[in-house]
């Protein structure tokens, strides 16, 4: 079958499904934070996209930080219009499973967030994560502004020889312009709230390396 596809290979734009027209229909309020959950956003509100494999976790990570006024979990990277998490899964799609996240750069600057990227999965595993296998697992930073492209490419620069010290291969990352973002099922918006799944599990967590960039994050 079709949607079964190698997932360790990108589509190129002529292999990619479909998709729809229609986006995929998602609450309006954010489980945890009581925040809108598609905008509209307060003024001077910055928004960052980071790929860290399975977006549940990824997204936890974020909601928890001071200064963050939302969260979700969606696709980005790939060709696929409002794809489904089958299609994404399938690797038919050419999406990472990201997670958006929309800050108040007067209460946390995008080093912040980039630290909290870094130090929280391994870099290097290419189209991957721990256990999870497939395109959508990558690990991908997409930025909304020049300044965040730049910012991104440089605090990776400066991880890298942290990464080698510690034994690791090169980092992977992919970092680019972020094209389109295209919310996930409802189901997947805060999959590990407390109100929703408090005994999920998820694999994200310290790595045991320190980027020396950005200023280090408790929950809270």
Partial sequence: MFLRRMKAELPTPDQALPGRLIAMPISDRHEVLGTPLKGPWP???????????????????FWTLPGVISTSAGYAGGYTPN??????????????????????PSKISYEDLLKVFWENHD???????????????????????????????????AFAPVVARAGKGEITTEIDKLG?????EDYHQQYLAPTKNPNGYCTHGPNGMTCPVGVARTEG
């Fill in 43 to 61: 003024e001077g509100a910055q928004v960052a996209v980071f790929g860290m494999g399975c977006f549940w976790g990824a997204e936890r990570l």
């Fill in 83 to 104: 794809a489904t998490y089958e299609e994404v899964c399938s690797g038919g799609t050419g999406h990472a499973e990201v997670v958006q996240v929309v800050y108040d």
């Fill in 123 to 157: 870099p290097t595993q290419g189209m991957r994560q721990a256990g999870d296998v497939g395109t959508q697992y990558r690990s991908t930073i997409y930025t909304t502004t020049d300044e965040q492209l730049a910012t991104a490419q440089a605090s990776r620069d």
């Fill in 180 to 184: 389109k973002y295209y919310y996930a």
